[in-house]
């Protein structure tokens, strides 16, 4: 292979990684917004450590990770949910970004509404088992939440 060609290559796969990552950031920050600017009350905060990547506390006991898999390229979004000290984990699903902007191809990532709705029907069932352990007076093992 000569030299022009691997430099096609490598500004080919240079630009679909900005892209990725382009989109993996404006999905962030679209969550975010919404939300934070969500009138009805989530119980949900914003957690501002960037090494963590995406997170939100919940119920400030558990904490709800959201973070592109390891893969180069990954396009899978992994949804994690861990003991507040992090010593313990389960995972809540994934989702496909798309090049397109798309998540699990047909939730814009600029619509501040569809994201947060997407993400609500991904964390539903913990505020289920979380309410149905609080009524019942149970403990609430992070395992019976997967």
Not at 36 to 50: A, E, F, Y
Not at 64 to 90: K, M, Q
Not at 96 to 105: A, E, K, T, V
Request: aromatic share 8%.
């Amino acid at each position: 292979m000569i030299l022009s060609d691997l430099s096609k290559k490598a500004d080919f796969i240079a630009a679909r990684h900005r892209l990725l990552q382009t989109h993996w950031h404006q999905y962030g920050n679209t969550l975010v917004q919404a939300i934070t600017l969500s009138r009805p009350r989530l119980h949900l905060t914003v957690n501002c450590d960037p090494a963590q990547g995406l997170s939100f506390w919940l119920f400030d006991h558990f904490q709800i990770h959201i973070n592109p898999a390891e893969a180069f390229n990954s396009h899978t979004l992994c949804y994690r949910l861990e003991n507040r000290d992090g010593s313990e984990g389960v995972s809540l699903g994934d989702a496909h970004l798309g090049d397109d902007g798309l998540l699990d191809s047909a939730v814009n990532i600029h619509d501040r509404d569809a994201v947060l709705e997407h993400f609500l029907l991904k964390i539903s069932p913990l505020y289920d088992k979380i309410s149905r352990a609080v009524e019942h007076g149970e403990d609430l093992p992070l395992g019976s939440l997967a």
